[in-house]
């Protein structure tokens, strides 16, 4: 480790630490505007320079570009330094507008600090300055190309660091310019981090431009409940409303970004239509007086048909306080186990993948970064948790091999290798991959199972896949790597493939002493569904005992059914039968709109809580606001009414979880003891939860639920055997895409100009076959009603296949379950 002295301070480092890095270690803060530690050095600003006195490198040098060495001694207050970085400031500043007062970026400006801080205050050049044309981005942000600095920040993250390449360097020298070919709106679904990341204001917040500057926000850390990855965010809150959000540092989950439905999609929290009241029969009533009808409502509900009649729903995006209390209370009052997640198929498969979530192989988003073979089954990264996708963009940049194993027409931010076979085939091909790169005698360690199941895998050579040239070329390179990871989807595979891609991580991990298993989950908190869940339960089923009359009460806890239950109209006409519809949620939604009796709850932002991301990392959320009606509202967009009174406007909102406590007639204690309470239960219910300390003092990234490796669940038979040929028929799956399709960030004005529009992909070759071409408007008949959209044919899809994103807009949900099968016939083109 070498050596070195700066500021009279001796320090030790790693090799390879720049020496910027190595005195920030120290607490010195030497200036800095294009080195970013996310993107590394460039030495483009040159404000960062240093006084090396003593060692291999003298002189005066910029710190970002010079490695930490044995015995160097450098000075950041040496004269010849400071004043270099004086002039460096001043040059910069020649062409600046000046125009602080109006720019959103002043309060938290780079450039403004380093001027006042380099002692800069009087402008001596009189010529005149350089101006530019500033551009349409779209509706996240404002560019104001005059204030730029040249720090190559922005190009650098958006080509390099993001992969993509609308945006970037144009012209030279002093009239380099930082933008795209032509006014249009950025592709990146990571393009909000320019205003992050950009040292100035040439990149500012749209969607909360002039609102305030940062002094005048309530600042707070949060995390990103819009997937199941759980990256950390500051929420900024301002008169009663967040206002915007933006990345915050974690070492294990986001490092230093999130994706843009993470940074917009919180504006469900302040909508208007919104509702704040509780509402008995569509009636605005007082709280106590809801709670009393629906304990009266629910007892008789009871006493005429049992209390199994009474069942209660919740939800991936509930907190684990909330999913706790919720099953709590139903085994309190002999209610019916609850529910929380849509179907079977989905259950099965995400308790599966908690399962197997094994510590040696378990690995974070972070960790993600370091892989050297990527195999991806099922899973779309760039539209199911785009923050997957950015993480694998760095594996690759260092080298990393990347294989897609799915059937929809995958697109991501850098070269990988994608083999769109049918869902059917998916975990054979993945099989026989593993098999091509990993010996029997490999396996032998892990016992007579895992032997008898590699034994079962057809060998590629003997085998006549339309794959498999490509399944044999991975292989080799698969066979070279030393970390090797799976990722696997939950949404989209057959239920037996997240138990496979464990099995097969332990494959890799008895080849190659190490492997990695990363899971992509239907939801925030997903995995505290999937341990609060019993296989059979599902919403799925409750509809059935609904039909069936076993069931006359419906409690929806946060859950919108109708935003992605397959059959609209079957779940439509299954509420119509029952006698109670009971919700409690934040969101104004169809399922809100049909209760009978309503509770607001508050958000994430409102109450906090404990949300347990993908990896089964258990991650704590502090209150940011109190709640109500935002202010803005309150006067119409005047001034507020001007009236004195006790409490909080449209303050009526509680958590979910204590309106199920005062609903089971728990004793009340103060907020912060009944969420003590809550917290005992779960630990004395869930292995797992023992090791974890008070949730007030959970650390800033969490720590790791470890439920222990399941040997009783290895290496299943079931899976690895080729599909059935469909032959006359497609298959046709519901995705999701990275806009427009993810409950609370669909109610996003800013998002919508991005989610585009509808439409459904099939394979270019099956499209032809049909005498169809791309942009015909088609019309799908299903057994319970017909889809019509424009049709996207794409090359690089599985044949057989025609995929449908969830969209807002396209009337989809005429399935009987997360599958249909499409007769050729029943595809017809609009004319």
């Known amino acids: 480790m070498p050596k070195l002295v700066i500021d009279d301070r001796e320090i030790d480092v790693a090799a390879r630490t720049k020496v910027i890095e190595a005195a920030a270690q120290l607490g010195i803060w030497i200036p800095r505007f294009c080195y970013h ?9 040159r404000v960062c320079a240093v006084k090396f006195i003593q060692g291999p490198v003298k002189g005066v040098q910029m710190s ?159 995390i990103c409940i819009n997937c199941s990855l ?65 304990k009266e409502k629910i007892e008789e509900i009871g006493r005429g048909q049992g209390s199994e009649a009474i069942a209660c729903v919740g939800s991936a995006r509930n907190s684990i306080e909330t999913q706790a209390m919720l099953q709590h209370v139903c085994q309190l009052k002999g209610w019916a186990n609850p529910s929380y997640l849509m179907d079977r198929a989905i259950t099965k498969k995400v308790k599966s993948a908690i399962s197997r979530l094994e510590p040696e192989l378990v690995v974070s988003l972070r960790q993600v970064e370091a892989a050297d073979f990527i195999m991806v089954f099922g899973a779309d ?37 994608h083999l769109p076979v049918v869902l059917d085939d998916l975990s054979l091909y993945a099989s026989a991959l593993i098999k091509t790169a990993v010996g029997r005698d490999a396996v032998k360690e892990l016992g007579q199972n895992a032997t008898e199941f590699y034994d079962v895998i057809p060998d590629v050579a003997g085998n006549s896949y339309p794959v498999k040239e490509q399944i044999s070329n991975l292989g080799e390179k698969l066979r070279s790597s030393q970390r090797p990871l799976i990722v696997c989807g939950t949404e989209i595979v057959r239920e037996t493939t997240p138990q496979l891609a464990a099995d097969l991580a332990l494959f890799l991990r008895a080849a190659k002493g190490q492997a990695g298993l990363f899971y992509l989950m239907p939801g925030a908190n997903a995995f505290g569904a999937g341990l609060f869940s019993r296989v059979e339960d599902s919403f799925e089923k409750t509809v059935e005992d609904i039909e069936n009359g076993a069931v006359k009460a419906l409690v929806l806890i946060e859950n919108n059914p109708f935003w992605q239950f397959p059959n609209r109209l079957r779940l439509k006409q299954a509420l ?23 509770f607001p709850t508050t958000t994430l932002f409102e109450s906090g809580g404990v949300f347990i991301n993908q990896e089964g990392r258990a991650q704590a959320v502090p209150q940011a606001l109190t709640g109500g009606i935002p202010i803005a509202q309150t006067g119409g967009g005047d001034h507020p009414p001007r009236v004195y009174g006790l409490g909080i406007s449209g303050f009526e909102a509680r958590t979910a979880w204590q309106i199920l406590a005062e609903l089971a007639d728990l004793e009340l204690h103060s ?28 650390p800033d990234d969490g720590i790791r639920i470890e439920l222990g490796a399941q040997p009783s669940a290895r290496f299943s038979m079931e899976g690895i055997t080729k599909g059935e040929d469909l032959a006359e028929k497609f298959e046709l799956i519901p995705v999701e895409w990275t806009f427009g399709t993810e409950e609370l960030s ?34 799908i008949e299903l057994d319970r009603g017909i889809i019509e959209a424009k049709l996207r044919a794409e090359n690089d899809m599985a044949s057989g296949t025609l995929v449908i994103p969830r969209h807002k807009d396209l009337d989809w949900q005429k399935m009987d379950n997360g599958r249909a099968l499409v007769p050729k016939g029943r595809i017809k083109k609009i004319t």
Not at 156 to 182: C, H, I, P, W
Not at 576 to 597: G, M, P, R
Not at 671 to 698: C, D, H, Q, Y
Not at 748 to 769: H, N, Q, T, V
């Open 37 to 45: 530690p996310a993107l590394g050095s460039v030495g483009a600003c």
């Open 64 to 222: 970002c570009m010079i490695d930490a060495q044995d015995n160097m001694v450098v000075s950041t207050t040496d004269e010849e330094a400071v004043d270099f970085r004086r002039h460096v400031i001043e040059w910069l500043m020649l062409n600046h507008p000046h125009d602080c007062p109006v720019c959103d970026e002043g309060g938290h400006c780079l450039l403004q600090d380093m001027t006042v801080a380099g002692g800069h205050g009087l402008r001596r050049y009189l010529g005149k300055k350089r101006t530019y044309t500033d551009q349409y981005l779209g509706p996240l942000l404002q560019h104001e190309m005059n204030r730029c600095i040249h720090c190559y920040r922005c190009s650098r993250f958006y080509q390099e660091f993001s992969g993509f390449r609308d945006l970037g360097v144009m012209r030279s020298a002093n009239q380099t310019y930082f933008g795209r070919y032509e006014n249009g709106v950025l592709e990146s679904p990571f393009s909000g981090n320019l205003s992050d990341i950009c040292p100035t204001g040439v990149y500012t917040d749209k969607p909360s431009r002039f609102f305030g500057r940062r002094w005048d926000y309530q600042r707070c850390p949060s």
């Open 230 to 294: 759980g990256c950390h965010t500051v929420a900024s809150i301002k008169y009663r409303e967040v206002k915007r959000q933006e990345a915050r540092f974690s070492e294990a989950v986001n490092g230093y970004f999130i994706c843009d439905r993470g940074r917009y999609g919180f504006f469900y929290a302040g909508l208007e239509e919104r509702s704040r009241q509780a509402m008995v029969d569509g009636k605005e009533v007082p709280f106590d007086q809801a709670v009393k009808v629906l």
């Open 381 to 417: 990264p760039i539209n199911e948790a785009p923050m997957l996708a950015l993480a694998m963009r760095q594996a690759r940049r260092d080298g990393a091999e990347i294989a897609v194993l799915d059937p929809r027409p995958i697109s991501l931010p850098f070269r990988f290798t």
């Open 576 to 598: 119509d039968q029952l006698d109670l519809i009971v919700v409690f949620d934040y969101v104004n939604s169809v399922a809100a709109q049909k209760a009978h009796v309503f």
């Open 671 to 698: 907020e912060e003891k009944l969420r003590s309470k809550v917290w005992n239960w779960m630990i004395e219910t869930i292995p797992g939860f023992a090791a974890l300390p008070p949730i007030g003092e959970l």
């Open 746 to 779: 669909a109610h996003c004005e800013c998002l919508r100009d991005l989610a585009g529009k509808p439409c459904i992909f099939m394979c270019r070759s099956d499209a032809e076959d049909l005498n169809l071409t791309d942009g015909d408007q088609l019309s």
